[in-house]
């Protein structure tokens, strides 16, 4: 099934510790993106990949990394997590980056509560 | 700053229909998109308005003014599964999406 695959699905973690949240799209659309979803507030952007071997930064980078290795694959990486990154995250892809009706595909999310 | 607009809640009856409102301030403007979102799942892409007036597509239908910073998505001959939150997202003139918080809609028989 074509699609976005999220891992974990929900994972607890002690402060400090460094944990990375995989993603996996299929449709080998150019550009992913991760987003933190926090209640009362919108889906905020963290990075973003516009194409295999670029990022960017989003609205809330600070405590995240990611890399974009090849098409299908864009993990995130928090170095030191802080109780504040507790959140749902979520990966997205789109086939193209920029204008147009730029459709985003979700993953499921991961459940993240770092304590 | 960059904002969008929307109800936090709205209750409606199975049967009936509903509008849900999103008003945007941004800096510039490249299209808008209403994404359905149930509880504990992602978010599913619904409509996508660019320029003014209704897109109608089965029993959704979105609309929007440019000059009015505002759309809107209404829902015909609601049905329970329709309980779901409902999230406004405008492009900006760097074609970054701004998101709004989501309307809770619930749907009571």
């Known amino acids: 099934i074509a699609g976005i695959t999220q891992a974990p699905t929900s994972q607890i973690l002690a402060a400090g510790r460094r944990m990375t949240l995989r993603c996996t799209q299929d449709m080998r659309h150019n550009a992913m993106y991760w987003y933190r979803q926090d209640l009362g507030l919108g889906l905020r952007l963290i990075h973003y990949?516009?194409?295999?071997?670029?990022?960017g930064k989003g609205e809330v980078p600070d405590g995240y990394s990611v890399s974009r290795a090849n098409t299908d694959d864009f993990p995130l990486t928090l170095a030191s997590a802080v109780p504040s990154q507790t959140s749902v995250y979520f990966c997205?892809?789109?086939?193209?980056?920029?204008?147009?009706?730029?459709?985003?595909?979700f993953g499921a999310g991961s459940r993240l509560t770092v304590l | 700053g960059q904002n969008i607009d929307q109800p936090t809640e709205m209750t409606a009856t199975e049967g009936a229909i509903v509008q849900i409102n999103c008003t945007y301030q941004t800096s510039g403007f490249n299209g808008l998109f209403w994404y359905q979102q149930h509880a504990g799942e992602a978010p599913t892409f619904l409509s996508y308005?660019?320029l003014d007036g209704l897109e109608e597509k089965g029993r959704f239908s979105s609309f929007l003014s440019r000059s009015k910073g505002y759309s809107y998505l209404l829902l015909k001959e609601l049905q329970m599964k329709d309980s779901a939150s409902y999230l406004c997202a405008v492009m900006d003139s760097n074609y970054q999406l701004i998101w709004g918080a989501g309307t809770k809609l619930i749907i009571k028989p």
């Open positions: 308005n660019v």
């Open positions: 997205a892809s789109s086939d193209t980056g920029g204008a147009g009706a730029n459709v985003l595909t």
């Open positions: 990949s516009n194409t295999a071997g670029t990022t």
